[in-house]
């Protein structure tokens, strides 16, 4: 199995250079290739020698991976299925390393979302996902393994529009700081000079609060983070949300308090709306006392109904009030707009199969 250039260093990339018979110089060449020009085959690097892109292609490849399938929405929204190989040992580089372990296919989802002048694509960052949220069809399907840095930024290379996205939100399928890592290695090219040269700015990720990992992502990025709470009382929401157990939303907004987001870094609150479960005046109170102090946004989300779940979405006037309760309490709230659901794109519906149903 060859070895995948993305997600590499120009200094990583400088030595398979050097191992490869080219000059070290070269290894700034790949960088340019890969991150700049978004090149998705080494037999592309043109300014390599022909003989140096031969034994390159020996043993390497991009790690770009063309999508198998493209659905479009009637909003413009696009849902890309791209199939991946996932190492099951729990570190990402197994592969790598050439002591895969158990490998096996599986197949992920990314979601370009227009709007206005705006193109974001949502990515993946594991195949499935080990939380088991119970309204989320992606933790329905179990944990395939975790993305590596070449499968993630592969997502920005491969879709059709890798050459005017304006940002990004890692809220695909799995939970990105279970996965960190290899979430963060994508970050550092995301944002490097010397890789896309993107603003920290231009990225959210999006966790349900895996407490050790996000205080790292707070230490070692800039990036903004969404924060999916859902209910703010704990009995509550483990009922929905089995990490409450080992990662109380209490704890996760004591650590999110610690921190400045008075500036231009951003944290905002995911709560998708369940009908007469967590919809009325003692839930809007609630998030209100607990996130008393902090500068953040909370974000209103629709549920779109899913199989074997018992809840349906509040209506609409039962979301207004709950928005409108808390910008009286000085917390800006905001309903969010529904994309793509009528491809399974919208949020809890990535399921990384496109079958005749979805169709």
């Given at each position: ?215 790292r992502f707070l230490d070692e990025t800039r990036c903004h983070v969404a924060v999916s709470m859902h209910n703010p009382f704990p009995d509550e929401r483990e009922g929905i949300m089995p990490v409450q157990k080992a990662y109380d939303i209490r704890d996760v907004v004591s650590l999110l308090k610690k921190y400045d ?99």
């Open positions: 199995m060859k070895k995948k250039l993305l997600g590499k260093t120009p200094e990583e990339l400088r030595q398979i250079a050097v191992e490869c018979g080219l000059p070290p110089y070269a290894g700034n060449q790949i960088a340019q290739w890969l991150y700049k020009k978004k090149i998705r085959t080494v037999d592309g690097m043109t300014n390599l020698s022909r003989e140096g892109r031969a034994r390159l292609s020996e043993k390497y490849e991009t790690g770009a991976v063309e999508y198998a399938d493209c659905m479009i929405s009637a909003d413009g929204t696009r849902k890309y299925l791209f199939p991946v190989a996932c190492s099951f040992s729990g570190a990402a580089w197994a592969v790598e390393s050439g002591n895969p372990g158990k490998v096996e296919g599986s197949c992920i989802e990314s979601v370009m979302i227009p709007e206005l002048d705006r193109k974001t694509l949502c990515v993946s960052s594991q195949a499935g996902c080990k939380m088991g949220c119970k309204f989320c069809m992606t933790g329905r399907q179990g944990f395939h393994g975790n993305l590596s840095p070449a499968d993630i930024l592969s997502q920005f290379i491969s879709v059709d529009e890798a050459d005017s996205l304006t940002g990004t939100v890692f809220m695909g399928m799995g939970e990105p700081l279970d996965n960190f890592e290899n979430v963060k290695k994508a970050i550092d090219v995301l944002t490097a000079d010397w890789g896309f040269g993107w603003s920290p700015k231009r990225i959210t990720l999006s966790t349900i609060g895996v407490l050790p990992s996000l205080k987001f008075t500036g231009q870094r951003r944290v905002s609150f995911e709560y998708t709306m369940f009908s007469g479960y967590n919809d009325d005046k003692r839930h809007a109170d609630a998030v209100i006392r607990l996130l008393a102090g902090l500068e953040c946004r909370v974000n209103l989300i629709r549920f779109h109904k899913i199989p074997d779940f018992p809840y349906v979405s509040s209506p609409d006037g039962v979301m207004e009030m709950f928005r409108d309760r808390l910008s009286r309490a000085g917390i800006t709230a905001t309903i969010r707009a529904s994309r793509g659901e009528d491809i399974f794109a919208a949020c809890g519906m990535l399921a990384g199969k496109h079958s005749d149903q979805d169709k």
